[in-house]
């Protein structure tokens, strides 16, 4: 840490009800210090304020509302950190914006940064892509050139930073809630103790925005029939695990009561979690976690939750890779069967033990990889103080 406070600007996707980027925040914050003051976005004041109590010093910052306000935190800031999330990417049709739409928002921004006084610029544990386009590569560059520290979290994010041709040094390191720990994530509780007896417990984690959306009425169907095929090999519980419940169409929640009304003959209980100590509760309570999300598979494995992913984009793929479960992991975007789900989860079902064990080195090289990096970007803010 350092001893001289800063006052830093901290840009993410916070507000918008997901659970993965708030953690994301709560894991900035712990991580670079509470001795520094904040300047942080949100699409929510309210529920971001009730998320981060007095545990800080900050500002929030209406994201929708009031971009002169950001500009006027910008000015006064001594650095500008975008913290973590897939940010500099070109954007499906699913969201409804355009596809530069967050390209040129970043551009803009630290472009900003230059003319209030070459203000410091960090993008950390950034994902990078999908980027298909020659005007996205560019866009990218020009972003990327203008940032002074770059670390980014998975193999693949590295490889494009590569192709497009930075001036900038990409620094490899993984995602930032790796640096966490298993008691911080639960809030500081101690962790239950397992039960191995009774049901076999699912976590089931569902998002419906996939790369390939026509595919999702045969996720839907294809998911339901692995597990009611396993449910009839041994006894299953299904807990539904939605990482956004409001906020957008077609949030996680209501996915999972479509699945679960469309599998009358499953025994689905629902969940709602809204922070991600609820998350981890949830997981270390289930033998598995089967899902798409990117940090309900991290918290699990964080929690020592053997995961099998549910692969609907690139950064779901990577964590599979990081993790060494690529062999278990479920492409969603490519023809798959009901055995592949099945096999997947009767593999570790059976093998709970080494499946943990096997899962747990490759966590802890990972979290020294992320703590190592969080090092990195702690000495680069002690720097901006001379």
């Not at 600007?9 to 980027?21: A, E, F, K, M, S």
């Not at 298993?182 to 984690?205: F, H, K, N, Q, V």
């Not at 990889?369 to 720097?383: L, N, Y």
Request: net charge neutral.
């Amino acid at each position: 840490m350092t001893d001289t406070p800063l006052r830093i600007l901290l840009l993410g996707t916070h507000g918008q009800h997901n659970i993965g980027d708030e953690l994301l925040l709560e894991t900035f914050l712990s991580q670079l210090g509470g001795e520094h003051s904040y300047a942080i976005n949100t699409y929510d004041l309210a529920d971001t304020t009730a998320r981060l109590g007095a545990r800080y010093t900050y500002e929030l910052i209406d994201t929708a509302r009031d971009r002169v306000a950001l500009l006027g935190h910008l000015r006064r800031a001594d650095v500008l950190v975008f913290a973590g999330g897939s940010i500099l990417k070109e954007l499906s049709r699913a969201t409804g914006r355009g596809r530069y739409a967050t390209l040129l928002m970043i551009l803009a921004l630290v472009v900003a940064a230059r003319w209030f006084g070459a203000k410091p610029v960090a993008m950390l544990n950034i994902g990078v892509g999908p980027i298909r386009t020659a005007r996205g590569r560019r866009l990218a560059r020009r972003i990327l050139d203008r940032a002074d520290l770059v670390t980014v979290r998975d193999a693949a994010s590295r490889r494009l930073c590569d192709d497009i041709g930075t001036s900038t040094r990409v620094i490899a390191s993984t995602d930032a809630v790796f640096a966490t720990t298993p008691a911080w994530l639960r809030g500081d509780e101690a962790a239950a103790p397992r039960d191995t007896s009774g049901p076999l417990r699912i976590a089931l984690s569902l998002n419906h925005d996939i790369a390939v959306p026509e595919n999702w009425s045969h996720v839907l169907e294809t998911v339901g029939a692995a597990l009611r095929t396993v449910g009839r090999a041994r006894a299953l519980e299904i807990h539904a695990l939605p990482m956004q419940s409001r906020g957008k169409d077609h949030h996680d929640a209501a996915v999972l009561d479509e699945f679960a009304a469309g599998n009358p003959g499953l025994t689905v209980i629902a969940h709602r979690p809204t922070t991600h100590r609820d998350v981890a509760r949830i997981v270390e309570s289930c033998d598995l976690v089967l899902g798409e999300r990117l940090h309900a598979l991290i918290t699990a494995a964080k929690l020592g939750t053997p995961v099998i992913p549910l692969v609907y984009d690139v950064k779901v793929a990577e964590l599979a890779e990081a993790l060494g479960v690529s062999h278990l992991a479920v492409d969603l975007g490519a023809p798959f069967t009901r055995e592949d789900v099945v096999g997947a989860i009767t593999e570790v079902a059976d093998e709970p033990v080494a499946t943990r064990r096997a899962l747990g080195r490759h966590v802890a090289d990972l979290t020294d990889r992320a703590r190592v990096g969080f090092d990195g970007a702690r000495s680069w803010i002690r720097e901006q103080t001379r």
